[in-house]
């Protein structure tokens, strides 16, 4: 099975149809996310937690907010 192909945007982030950068939904898992960003990504939770949830308790409205707090 091979990857989707997207056009790279800024940060090397893809880009939908329209040209907007894609955001993360808040339903992504943590353990997802740590596949990306390495396994020190929120350490503390677990990898069942929701982005939404994590994004909550850390007070930031976004994954590019919360990644700039880091």
Known sequence: ?????????????????????RHKRSDTLVGNLRKLYGDEFAAAARSNMKLGTLLEREGASTLSEYLKKK
């Open 1 to 21: 099975m091979s990857k989707k192909h997207c056009t790279s945007g800024l940060d090397d982030r893809c880009r939908d149809n329209d040209g907007e950068i």
